[in-house]
């Protein structure tokens, strides 16, 4: 008895694969490569806003790891490849949320750690209107009610995954104590300096009117965007530490000092957006950012701080009852978090959205690390100037 009867079709010839399946083949190999490398390794990035300058400029493209903190498993595994959100022609859902998966993440090298630069997913981001997606929908609703916006635009909701990315700079981990007075961040009861490429305001006084700005542009100033008329001798500068250094030691400027808001200012969009905190974007806490298996106790001081992390994050259903909350249902006094959370801020203190003005940034938000700029596009440069030579392959610190 012949035991290879299985290799009798060995023996027929192979059909030729024509071009066109060739390229097919080619393809979809490439395609799923490259998701693979996007999802698990490493991804691209493209700096849209100036909330992370001097750091990270208008233009800068960088690679952002998903190994250093884990990769992040699909929780909408199904979605058109290389789309986030919305196709780039019909403008239309990019994936299907009807199925989706528990968060989990790969073993990572290292935690987040203070002053990291982190790409995350934008937490308010989970309900949009679509005709007005660089505005936050829950801001839009406190400003003139939840019927007008609803009225006036196309409401959407989007899976965690699926939400706008973000990049800032962690100012707080999980268990940390924060607050903010003068525009000094203060962790744990330690003061905390800006980074040396964080910048703010700063009104600048100067001994005569008669001032020449190219002094200015010599330093690293923009002049229209960052240098700005109060009076006919004082001006307002946006710049970081190091550069108002500089100007202190010019013999025609008379002083130089921060301009931030004052205490007990009301800024209304301020997290919590509370009434009872006086608080403004230079000015609150303190907050204690919530880590897992951290129990809090329950009532009208702590609940406009973690309600949302409560009910939104950790998807629970919350009710305020007479003498208490309920939880699901149930009557309880205290609740202990599942999951870690993070405190984000832009190194443009003065000009960025972020955890001041929506709180916390839940771990499973948490997209990547950083890591360097590939190349950085000045739009506003001359034709040859437009790239901006040393700042490719910088590391991001």
Known sequence: MNWKFWQKNNTEPKKK???????????????????????????????????????LLIGDFLFVSKVNYGARIPMTPVAFPFAHHTMPVTGTKAYYDGIQWKYRRLPGMQDIKRNDVV??????????????????????????????????????????????????????ISGDILSMSNGLVTINGKAEPMKNTGQI??????????????VFEEMGFVIDRDISALSQDTYNFVGTPIMMDKVKKLDFVAAVNTRTAAPGAVEANVFPQDPNRKWN?????????????????????????????ISTYEGNKVEKVAGGWLINGVKTDSYT??????????????????????????????????????????????????????RLFNGIH
Not at 32 to 37: D, P, R, S, Y
Not at 363 to 383: Q, R
């Open 337 to 390: 978090f599942k999951m870690d959370y993070f405190w984000m801020m832009g190194d443009n203190r003065h000009n960025s959205l972020d955890s001041r003005y929506w709180g916390f940034v839940p771990e499973d938000h948490i997209v990547g690390k950083a890591l360097f700029i590939w190349m950085s596009y000045d739009t506003n440069g001359s034709f040859f100037s437009k790239i901006r030579w040393g």
């Open 119 to 172: 790409v995350f997913n934008f937490p308010d981001g989970d309900t949009v209107a679509l005709e007005a997606q660089d505005r936050d929908y829950y801001d839009m609703v406190r400003a003139v009610g939840k019927q007008a916006i609803q009225n006036q635009y196309t409401i959407v909701s989007r899976p965690v995954d699926k939400r706008e990315n973000y990049i800032k700079r962690c100012i707080g």
């Open 281 to 309: 974007a230079d000015n609150w806490g303190p907050i204690q950012i919530p880590k897992k298996g951290w129990t809090v106790k329950l009532d009208s001081v702590s609940m406009p701080l973690y309600q949302r992390a």
């Open 201 to 214: 305001d700063y009104m600048v006084k100067f001994k005569t009117s008669d001032v020449n700005f190219q």
């Open 17 to 55: 694969k024509t071009k066109s399946r060739e390229w097919f083949d080619a393809v979809v190999f490439a395609v799923i490569a490259a998701t693979v490398i996007r999802v698990f390794f490493i991804e691209a990035y493209t700096i849209p806003t100036g909330s992370m300058e001097k750091s």
